[in-house]
C-alpha cells in the first residue's frame, strides 16, 4: 500500500476511517457545484490506489483522487498513446496550504499512474482554481480545450 514521507507530511492511501474529514475537506475548499456525500466517493472504489490523502501531526489535510479512463483503441491511437488516466479531485486545506503538500499529493499519484503504465493524464481545472491552474501548469499541463456548459430551462 501507498505511502510516503515528503517533509513531514505522509502521502498515503485512502482508507475508510479518513471519509469524515475527506468529505469535509472537500464540501469546505473544493471547486464544486453541490456537497460531496459519502456516495460520491464510490467512484473512488474504481481506482483505490490512486486515492491519496496527505497527513501532518496524524490530520488529514489534503488529498487527490484520479483514475484510469476508458478510451477507444482508435481514440488512444489518435493521440499517440497507450493509456490514459484523469485526476478527479485536488484539495489541501488552506491552512497548510504553500508548503508543497498539493506538488506532494500530485507528483505521488503521478508516480502512480506512470508505475501502472499510463502515459497521458487530462483533468477539468475549475474556472476559479487559480492556484490549481499554476500548480498543474508547473506539473506541465497544458490547456487543450475549454469545457463548456448551459442549463436548458
Ligand atoms: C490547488 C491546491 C491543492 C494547492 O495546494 P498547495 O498545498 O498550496 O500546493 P503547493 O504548496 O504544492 O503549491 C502552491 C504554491 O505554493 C508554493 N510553495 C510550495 N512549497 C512552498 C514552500 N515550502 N514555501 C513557500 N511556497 C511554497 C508553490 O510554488 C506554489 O506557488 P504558486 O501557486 O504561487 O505557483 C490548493 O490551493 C487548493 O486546495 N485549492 C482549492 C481546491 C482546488 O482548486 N482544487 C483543484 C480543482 S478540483
Redesign the pocket.
Known amino acids: 500500500m501507498y505511502s510516503q514521507l515528503v517533509?513531514n507530511v505522509k502521502i498515503r492511501q485512502f482508507d475508510q476511517k479518513d471519509t469524515e474529514v475527506v468529505i469535509q475537506l472537500a464540501n469546505d475548499?473544493?471547486?464544486?457545484d453541490g456537497p460531496t456525500t459519502e456516495e460520491d466517493l464510490k467512484i473512488t472504489h474504481a481506482f483505490p490506489e490512486g486515492f491519496l490523502v496527505a497527513e501532518e501531526d496524524r490530520k488529514v489535510v489534503?488529498l487527490v483522487y484520479g483514475y484510469f479512463r476508458d478510451v477507444p483503441k482508435e481514440v488512444l491511437d489518435n493521440w499517440g498513446v497507450s493509456k490514459v488516466a484523469t485526476i478527479?479531485?485536488?484539495?489541501?486545506?488552506?491552512k497548510?496550504?504553500?508548503?508543497?503538500?498539493?506538488?506532494?499529493?500530485?507528483d505521488s499519484l503521478i508516480g502512480i499512474f506512470k508505475k501502472a503504465g499510463v502515459d497521458m493524464i487530462g483533468l477539468t481545472?475549475?474556472e476559479?482554481?487559480s492556484?490549481?491552474k499554476?500548480?498543474y501548469e508547473?506539473h506541465g499541463f497544458e490547456i487543450s480545450a475549454y469545457h463548456m456548459r448551459k442549463k436548458l430551462d
Not at 96 to 106: A, D, F, N, P
Request: net charge positive; glycine share 12%.
Open positions: 517533509n475548499f473544493a471547486f464544486f489534503g478527479e479531485l485536488l484539495v489541501v486545506n488552506p497548510y496550504r504553500k508548503h508543497g503538500i498539493g506538488t506532494s499529493l500530485v481545472c475549475p476559479g482554481a492556484h490549481a499554476r500548480l508547473n
